[in-house]
């Protein structure tokens, strides 16, 4: 197995594991925080 045959199964894997990060809603809480946190910021 080349590296070119390596490289989507470990996108996919690193998609995967993000996904699951954006969908707990502990991290995504937090995440929408701290983005209209920074909004006001530059706003103000």
Known sequence: MGWHVKTP?????ISGVVLKW???????QWLLQNLFIGIDRSIN
Not at 22 to 28: P, T
């Open 9 to 13: 199964l470990i996108i996919e894997f």
């Open 22 to 28: 954006l969908l707990n809603r502990e991290v995504r």
